[in-house]
């Protein structure tokens, strides 16, 4: 039976630590979260960010705009709080709605203050391996492996999912620490068959039940890293057939409480790296 990755343990630990160092600080480090249109999984993403922002002393600011409020509004607002001296950090909530243009705005952040690591600027230093602030969900992950002495280097590491937020940083942040990584996605096909390959599979698609126990590897390391809703039971889940795969891998991440606590953790780590360097 697999090893339980307690990501909601480790955030806890991760989020005391940046609280003590915000303490000694000097400043109130700032955080603008953008929430633009009414998506209700981002309104309860956006509420966890800012409750965690409470937890370390951080200084969460939310600026809702409705859904028809338009692009140039936006970046109206993110050219303001790029010119905030009291905002460190600046998270636009993803996806916008409808008729927004994600690259653009993306593109409006002042790369020192993109906690998310969307930028070009960020994203082409993280290519490069020059980085400080890491895309929250990848690093979250490193953060889980590197709390469990779990070593990428030399293994297999399958990525299955291909978004800009997740699966091609997440490649490259294994890639860094020398893993040999094969990126899957929806048009790969025979997945079970890569998969099975891997020593250490990450999963990033938002497909319930997608990884079962047979395209997993005896004694390999599962991460899922997706959040989707069962809408029979109303409950939370992965990509991860959780029980299947349990009895098989060696440790798994579950859904909730694995890599969406450790997500949120960063981007605590992440405002304080900003604060600290203005
Ligand atoms: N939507 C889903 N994940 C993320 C994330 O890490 N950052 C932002 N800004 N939006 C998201």
Redesign the pocket.
């Known amino acids: 039976m697999a090893k339980i990755l307690d990501g909601k343990a480790l955030a806890a630990i991760v989020k005391q630590e940046v609280k003590e160092e915000i303490a000694g600080l000097g400043i109130v480090p700032g955080l603008a979260v953008v929430i633009v249109g009414d998506d209700a999984a981002?309104r309860v993403?956006v509420n966890n960010k800012k409750r965690d922002c409470v937890d370390c002393g951080i200084k969460g600011e939310e600026f809702a705009l409705a859904a028809d409020a338009g692009q140039e509004r936006l970046l109206e607002l993110i050219h303001e709080l790029n010119a905030r001296p009291d905002i460190h950090g600046i998270?636009?909530?993803?996806?916008l709605p409808r008729g927004f243009c994600e690259q653009s705005v993306i593109a409006a952040i002042a790369p020192e203050k993109d906690v998310?690591a969307?930028t070009m600027e960020n994203v082409g230093r993280i290519m490069n391996g020059d980085y400080e602030l890491a895309?929250?969900?990848p690093a979250g992950v490193m953060a889980i492996l590197d709390h469990y002495g779990i070593d990428p280097a030399g293994k297999h590491c399958v990525v299955v999912g291909r978004s800009n937020?997740?699966g091609k940083p997440m490649a490259m942040l294994l890639l860094h620490r020398h893993a040999t990584v094969t990126i899957c996605h929806s048009r790969t096909p025979n997945l079970s068959e890569i998969t099975r390959q891997a020593d250490i599979l990450v999963s990033a698609v938002g497909k319930i039940g997608l990884i079962t126990a047979d395209m997993v590897k005896p004694e390999a390391i599962v991460v899922d890293v997706a959040i989707n809703r069962n809408t029979d039971t109303g409950k939370l889940c992965g990509d991860v057939d959780f029980e299947g795969v349990r009895a098989v891998a060696s440790h798994i991440t579950p859904v909730p409480g694995g890599v969406g606590p450790m997500?949120r953790a960063v981007?605590m780590q992440n405002t304080l790296i900003a604060a600290r360097r203005c």
């Open positions: 981002s993403y998270l636009v909530q993803m996806p998310d969307f895309p929250c969900t937020i997740v997500t981007l």
